[in-house]
């Protein structure tokens, strides 16, 4: 109980810390924080009654005061470039993001676990080859191109699956019409986001699977005629899950940072293109309500693969432990 | 890259056959050969085959339309994205559509569409409009003068702070005699009478209970009646609007055509080619010349070329900057002293500065004639729009009547560019290439949006043929909010920039001294006698005849003093794929002008494939 207060404390910390970061960070930068000064047809009355209205008059510190009073009851604000609340901008939002990230983390954790098992079982193999050689260019390459490159070739080219957006424009009548269309939309954004992940979790795997199965206990488990399969699948993987749990929380930042650039290319309407767009606009009200949302799904991940690691390995939870 | 390449066309037809289509992954050499493939453009595009142009008007079905930033308000007088406009323009009902002309010989045409008569009295003090009497919101209420007088209510509301607000001053009032009749009364005459009573969109009095002040917090995409041909049916924030036909509008049933229109955001150019490529978007406008070009190859595809309503022109800061800063820190001192949160810039401060502390450089009318004269403009849009623009000689556009057609801009004429230098002073004394007056070079610094790469290109374009000329020229490519920071606070040698250019001619918005203070656009703060009474005396006259001629001479006495170099007048590229009939009614201040009459040939391809 104890170990989980003490992340708890840190995560709420971190997210402070971001908050406030990002504040002095957009209050320091050059330019009107709503863009207002970049209509020169308004004069320097009417600019000063538009600050008025968008609550830009006060000072500074007034406004982080009362950004954090309100956010903490829930009240982000109202969007300047987007005139609504700001919760209701990324609620919006946030449904494509969890969508589009989520199952990209699946994929990639379940290809890099594949991948990496493989490889430590079967060593010379193919598996093995990929690990060494062809994934490491993978990890390098940026979703940005990968993401253009699989838009040219599986939709224009090939045409098996549309460029980008959440859903076709005339949506399907049946609900089996609908939820197939949905996830051919998801496929092409889902797949770049997921490939250059699934690289480092696949090394990790490897890695850590060929020291496990190095250990005295898998040739005991195979001299007594257990099956080699589920010696590496079963018992392997569990020995092998706490640095995967950690990898997982680790890269993290790395696949929202990833879904910002995919969002993009693909039209997606997640919180990447929210956030690009409200930077773009010195929105601050929803760049902040942003990042309070990205990093807290964030700091949360984290915060969960610590506890993972530590029902994992018992050894963490005492004092001075930590997540590796 | 395969041009006009006759073995590229080869290429292209024998990788369209259905038999190349099998490709098989075995090993990676293949996929990779497949990848580099599909990147070259124009191998194997999807096209399909163009419907005839006779086929009778259909009716039905959804068109899908790509923008590049989605509208952020149903309401245009809060809204900051053109995309709104157009948005507005299917929605809200207008009393005149404001038609820009699309050829050199055109004119600007005020198409009725709220109204049906009106008269404007020859004092132009009084303007008596007639309204149309099937015109009716969505929630069922007729559309009446009660709406008009409303808005301008509305319009002139300083807590919304309109952008256009300078436009409806003169108007005193609206009076509705009748339901369907209004009467404008003008405290003064303005040349532009009908324009400045039509200027945008009316909104219905329904509104009325929603204060002024909270306007730009409200969700007007779920709150706003609709009038026009098409309602909001759906507004996804950020990535889409749903258009559905307004059976209220005053067209029906036989217009609009379309069911549905959807605006989707495609910030990727890529993205976005692709999705018309494959069918998946039917219009999109806004697009450069490089995409305009590759798509005028493929059939299955309608590419539009409008002149743009807009000019990229390099602005020039006539005042010291060195003078400026120091006189900039006395002021706040000043208003520190006297307990002043807002410290502005007045303009006759900022334009005495001009005459007394003139730019080096820019000061000086012949320093900046002999920069318009070495920079070859014509081979700036050669290179970098692909042929696609014009140069124009002044910032009032052909074909309107205040432009004088007779007018040529300057040529590329770098040996009296180099005169004009000499004559000002500007000499290469010690022989290493660059200008030097009074022990100092002939140096600036010109600033360009960092996420334009276009201007970007441009300005490396216009260094090295000023270069030529003994003027050492640095770019600095800054983001957004930094320009404009710098813009306004005078920080600026040189910039590139566009304006966007309206029917309503007033130069003294740009070049007047007024407008050299905070909140102005004569950011270089221009000043001369002679243009200033020229532009006073054309704003003012009401005689149409008379105020082009005026604003001709203008034009001549801009040529001659240069405060811009005006760097090219873009074209617009708009393409729409061939089953959308109808088109050609697009323009280029609103691509989706006229779309309640278009149709599609082919229902089928509104859900994509």
Redesign the interface.
């Known amino acids: 109980m104890r170990f989980v207060a003490a992340r708890a404390v840190h995560a709420v910390a971190t997210l402070l810390l971001v908050v406030t970061l990002a504040f002095v960070v957009l209050e320091m ?4 924080p709503a ?1 207002i ?14 600050r008025a ?2 609550g830009l008059d006060q000072p500074p510190a007034r406004r982080y005061a009362t950004f954090l009073a309100h956010a903490l009851q829930g009240d982000l604000g ?1 969007s ?5 609340p700001v919760r ?2 990324l609620a ?2 946030l449904g494509p993001t969890v969508q589009l990230a989520g199952s990209a983390l699946v994929l990639s954790v379940l290809l890099g676990w594949l991948i990496g098992t493989q490889a430590a079982s079967r060593p010379g193999g193919l598996a093995e080859r990929a690990v060494r050689t ?1 994934l490491p260019a993978v990890d390098a390459v940026p979703p940005f191109w990968l993401g ?2 699989a ?3 599986f ?5 098996w699956l ?5 859903a ?3 949506p ?1 009548e049946t609900w089996t019409a609908l939820l197939v269309d949905r996830l051919r939309h998801l496929v092409l954004p889902v797949c770049v986001l997921a490939i250059p992940g699934t690289a480092p979790v696949a090394r990790h795997q490897w890695s850590a699977m060929r020291r496990e199965l190095r250990r005295p206990w898998v040739r005991a488990a195979l001299a007594n005629g257990v099956a080699r399969g589920r010696v590496v699948w079963l018992r392997g993987t569990r020995a092998a899950l706490l640095p995967l749990i950690a990898l997982v929380g680790l890269g993290l930042p790395a696949l929202v940072g990833g879904a910002v650039v995919v969002e ?4 997606w ?1 997640g919180l990447g ?2 956030h690009q ?1 409200a930077l ?3 929105d601050i009200p929803l760049v902040l309500g942003g990042l309070v949302c990205v990093s807290g799904a964030v700091v949360a991940g984290r915060l969960l693969a610590d506890l993972l690691s530590a029902w994992a390995d018992p050894r963490l939870r005492r004092p001075g432990g930590g997540a590796r | 890259m395969h041009g006009d390449d006759p073995r590229a066309r080869t290429v292209r037809r024998r990788r369209t056959r259905p038999g190349d ?1 099998t ?1 098989r992954f075995r090993g ?1 050499a293949p996929l990779f050969v ?2 580099l ?3 070259v453009p124009g191998c ?3 096209s399909g085959t163009a419907p005839s142009d006779e086929q009778a008007p259909g009716r039905g079905g ?1 068109l ?1 339309v790509a923008v590049r ?1 989605a509208p ?2 149903a309401n245009p007088y ?1 809204a ?1 994205t053109h995309a709104s406009l157009e948005l507005a323009n299917r929605t809200l009902p207008r009393l005149f559509a404001e038609i820009l002309p699309a050829t050199e010989d055109g004119r600007v045409e005020l198409r009725p569409e709220l109204v049906v008569d009106w008269t404007v009295d020859p004092d132009r003090r009084r303007v008596e409009l007639t309204l149309r009497d099937d015109a009716r919101w969505s929630d069922g209420q007729p559309v009446t003068c009660a709406d008009l007088a409303f808005t301008l209510a509305a319009q002139k509301d ?2 919304l ?1 309109w ?4 436009y409806k001053q003169a108007i005193e009032s609206v009076e509705c005699p009748e339901p369907h009749r209004a009467v404008y009364r003008f405290s003064r005459p303005t040349p532009y009478t009908l324009m400045d009573v039509n200027d945008i969109h009316v909104l219905p009095r329904s509104i009325a209970d929603v204060p002024r ?1 909270e306007w ?5 995409a779920a709150r706003l009646p609709a009038a026009g041909p098409f309602r909001i049916a759906a507004w ?5 609007v ?1 258009l559905e036909r307004n059976d209220a509008y005053w067209g029906a049933p036989e217009l609009p055509r379309i069911d ?1 229109i ?1 605006l ?5 150019t ?2 976005l080619l ?2 018309l ?2 069918g ?1 978007v039917q219009f999109a406008s806004g697009l450069d010349p490089a995409s305009a070009r590759r798509l005028e190859r493929e059939p299955a595809i309608a590419v539009l070329r409008r002149p743009g309503w807009n000019y990229v022109y390099l602005g020039w800061n006539t005042i010291d900057p060195e003078a400026y800063r120091a006189w900039r820190r006395g002021r706040e001192a000043a208003c520190r002293r006297a307990g002043q949160d ?1 410290c ?1 810039d007045p303009p006759a401060e900022i334009a005495r500065l001009a005459r007394e502390h003139p730019h080096p450089l820019f000061g000086d009318a012949r320093v900046r004639r002999a920069i318009t004269l070495g920079i070859d403009r014509r081979q700036l849009v050669d290179a970098h729009l692909l042929g696609a623009a014009s140069v124009p000689p002044s910032p009032i556009l052909a074909p309107l009547p205040e432009h004088d057609p007779a007018l040529e801009p300057w040529p590329y004429d770098p040996d009296r560019a180099r005169r004009e230098l000499q004559e000002a002073g500007w000499l290469d004394r010690d022989g290493d290439g660059w200008l030097e007056r009074d022990g100092r070079v002939a140096r600036f610094t010109v600033y360009v949006h960092a996420g334009n790469r276009l201007r970007r290109d441009v300005a490396l374009s216009i260094k090295r043929q000023l270069a030529d000329l003994g003027l050492d020229m640095r770019i600095e490519p800054v983001e ?7 813009l ?1 606070g005078r920080q600026m040698d040189a910039w590139i920039a566009r304006w966007r250019v309206s029917a309503r001619v007033d130069m003294t918005e740009l070049f007047g001294e007024a407008a050299c203070g ?4 004569n ?1 270089g703060c221009f000043v001369d006698d002679e243009a200033a009474t020229l532009a006073a005396q054309a704003r003012e006259t009401t005689d149409a005849e008379r105020r082009h001629a005026l604003w001709h001479a203008w034009e001549r006495r801009f040529r001659e003093q240069q405060p811009y170099t005006l760097l090219f007048r873009a074209d617009l590229f708009a393409a729409a794929r061939r089953e959308v009939h109808g088109i050609e009614t697009s323009q280029a201040n609103d691509a989706l002008a006229g779309v309640e009459s278009w149709w599609l040939a082919s229902q089928a391809t ?4």
């Open positions: 930068l050059p330019g009107d863009g000064a970049e209509d020169p047809s308004l004069g320097p009355a009417e600019q000063a009654r538009l209205a968008l109202v300047i470039s987007r005139h609504r209701d901008v919006a939002a062809l253009l490159v838009i040219l070739l939709a224009w080219r090939l045409g549309p460029a980008g957006h959440l076709s424009p005339t399907p993009v290319v693909f039209a309407p293109r929210v767009s773009l606009a010195r | 289509r490709i990676a497949v990848l493939l599909a990147l194997g595009s999807r959804t899908v930033v952020d308000a809060v900051r300083p807590d702070a952008a256009g607000a300078e002040a730009r917090r409200t969700d007007w996804r924030d950020g990535a889409e749903v549905r959807v989707r955001a495609v910030p990727e890529t993205t692709t999705q490529l494959a998946e807002a502005p957004s909010a930094a320009f404009y920071a710098r306004f905070t909140g102005g656009a950011f509104a859900s994509g494939r």
